[in-house]
């Protein structure tokens, strides 16, 4: 694994278990600053070139909330190994995380699902089509 892709979980690793344990329960506005912060570095790590190496390392980490996120940013391009993470996180994962997850593969089924990219610095939304 290169270091980029090292430096980066360290970094979001604790925003990506933050978000998680605040969004459904806890403190909202902590958990949206929380996924912010880590989707800017995920957005980076794309357009430095290291986003999908990024992203497999995070799917292949032990923590659910990790692996979905990994999961997520691999549909558009390896799409079989990622819904098969999402599904079983769907069906085992905490409750944060198997809410996530199944809403992410529903809106991938239905062709609906925005992913985060870096427009002139700032993250911005776009269509799978536009990737």
Not at 23 to 30: A, I, T
Request: hydrophobic letters at 40%; a positive charge; glycine letters at 6%.
């Amino acid at each position: 694994m290169n270091s980029n892709v090292l430096n980066t979980i360290e970094k979001i690793r604790p925003l990506i278990l933050l978000h998680a344990k605040e969004s459904l329960w806890g403190d909202v506005e902590k958990a949206n600053r929380s996924y912010q912060a880590y989707t800017l570095e995920i957005c980076k790590a794309f357009s430095d070139g290291y986003g999908i190496g990024l992203s497999e390392a995070l799917a292949a980490d032990y923590e659910p909330a990790l692996q979905a996120i990994g999961a997520f940013y691999l549909l558009p391009y390896k799409t079989k190994y990622a819904t098969s993470i999402l599904k079983r996180i769907s069906k085992s994962g905490s409750i944060e995380v198997s809410i996530n997850s199944s809403a992410i593969l529903k809106e991938w089924h239905k062709k609906a699902l925005c992913f985060p990219t870096l427009i002139r610095g700032q993250v911005a939304y776009i269509a799978m089509n536009e990737l």
